[in-house]
């Protein structure tokens, strides 16, 4: 039986080692691709994204932050993600996305585009992607305790 992909929006790891209101949901979702459930998909933007956002934060020490980087390089290995690079002529969505919300971040847009491309749903926590309409139109995107 085939199982269900999904892309992964870097707050989506991120919730699973930095406690808020989303920490439940994110990893219940990333459980459920460590025991094989799920196939989850991410990309260099989503790493990239993920280790800025640790490194370049400003009210955590650096110890904490390599406690951080260590824990999401351990999930990333851990949970078996499959690394998807867009090639060249795969980047011809662009215009057509960011046409769509201009007011999602290019980093943000990055990991849309990454989904559409796969045809694959966005998981993600960022309420601006959730509740897009015109996004909705091009690419599933989903909460992680709707899945």
Do not use: W
Request: with cysteine; proline share 5%; charged share 25%.
């Amino acid at each position: 039986m085939p199982k269900d992909k999904y892309f992964i929006d870097g707050c989506i790891l991120l919730g699973t080692v930095i406690p808020d209101k989303h920490t439940r949901a994110c990893r219940s979702f990333i459980s459920r691709i460590q025991n094989d459930i799920f196939i989850g998909y991410i990309s260099p933007f989503v790493t990239g994204e993920m280790f800025n956002s640790i490194l370049y934060v400003d009210d955590k020490p650096p110890h904490q932050k390599y406690e951080l980087l260590h824990a999401i390089v351990d999930i990333i290995i851990t949970t078996k993600l499959n690394n998807f690079v867009p090639l060249n002529n795969d980047m011809n969505v662009y215009s057509e996305l960011r046409k769509a919300d201009n007011r999602i971040s290019e980093s943000d847009l990055m990991h849309i585009i990454c989904a559409k491309i796969l045809d694959i749903p966005l998981v993600t926590t960022d309420t601006m992607i959730l509740d897009s309409r015109e996004l909705k139109k091009h690419v599933e995107t989903i909460y992680p305790g709707d899945v």
